[in-house]
Every structure is written in structure tokens, then in C-alpha cells.
């Protein structure tokens, strides 16, 4: 069984910086992406980052210039560097991971609180 654990969530004033991490184990014959999608609440989820490989890697427009996502290839773990943070970055936020074997399978994490707030 594939299993996402995110650390790293927690309160954070605007303007300041946070960093979430996520490990991923389990039977992956081979990882292809690693990402990060969150919910803000009463909203829908949106993609926050998400990276294939140093070359491919797309982020949401509101987190541009802000979030950088990182991979450690042989650990499969992504870290998501948070900077100057703004209220409206409050939300849950779901580690992501696709595999490929014979087909494409998905993963989710449990999902980590991130509050930014004075």
C-alpha cells in the first residue's frame, strides 16, 4: 500500500515562511510526479505545484514567484518552500503523487493545516 505523510503544516504570520514536506513509501514501481493541491475552505481544490522533473514543472498562478517546489529522486519525498505567505494561503493543503507501472495510478495524503494568520 502507497502511503503519502506530509509534515511541516502549522500557523504562520503573512509575509513570513513555511515549508511542507512529503514522504511517500510503498510498493511505486516508478514515481512520475510529485505535487501539491489544497483547499481553501468553502472553495474547490486547486493545484498548487506540481514537478516531474527539474525541467517540467507547473505552478498555480496565485503561488507564482512565492512557493518552490523541490524533489529528493531517490527518497521520493517533495518539499514545498513557502514564502511571504498571505491570508489567503490559509488552507488544507494534500500531498500528490502519480505512478506508473502498466498505468497511471494516483495518491493522496491525508491532507495538512496550513493557517496564516497574525
Known amino acids: 500500500q502507497v502511503q503519502l505523510v506530509e509534515s511541516g503544516g502549522g500557523l504562520v504570520q503573512p509575509g513570513g515562511s513555511l515549508t511542507l514536506s512529503c514522504a511517500a513509501s510503498?510498493?511505486?514501481?516508478?514515481?512520475?510526479?510529485m505535487g501539491w493541491y489544497r483547499r481553501a475552505p468553502g472553495k474547490e481544490r486547486e493545484l498548487v505545484a506540481s514537478?516531474?522533473?527539474?525541467?517540467?514543472?507547473i505552478y498555480g498562478d496565485s503561488v507564482k514567484g512565492r512557493f518552490t517546489i523541490s524533489r529528493d529522486y531517490a527518497k521520493n519525498t517533495a518539499d514545498l518552500q513557502m514564502n511571504n505567505v498571505k491570508s489567503e494561503d490559509t488552507a488544507v493543503y494534500y500531498c500528490?503523487?502519480?505512478?506508473?507501472?502498466?498505468?497511471?495510478?494516483?495518491?493522496w495524503g491525508q491532507g495538512i493545516q496550513v493557517t496564516v494568520s497574525s
Open positions: 500528490h503523487v502519480t505512478t506508473f507501472n502498466t498505468q497511471l495510478n494516483t495518491y
Open positions: 510503498g510498493p511505486m514501481f516508478r514515481v512520475n510526479s
Open positions: 514537478m516531474i522533473s527539474d525541467e517540467a514543472i
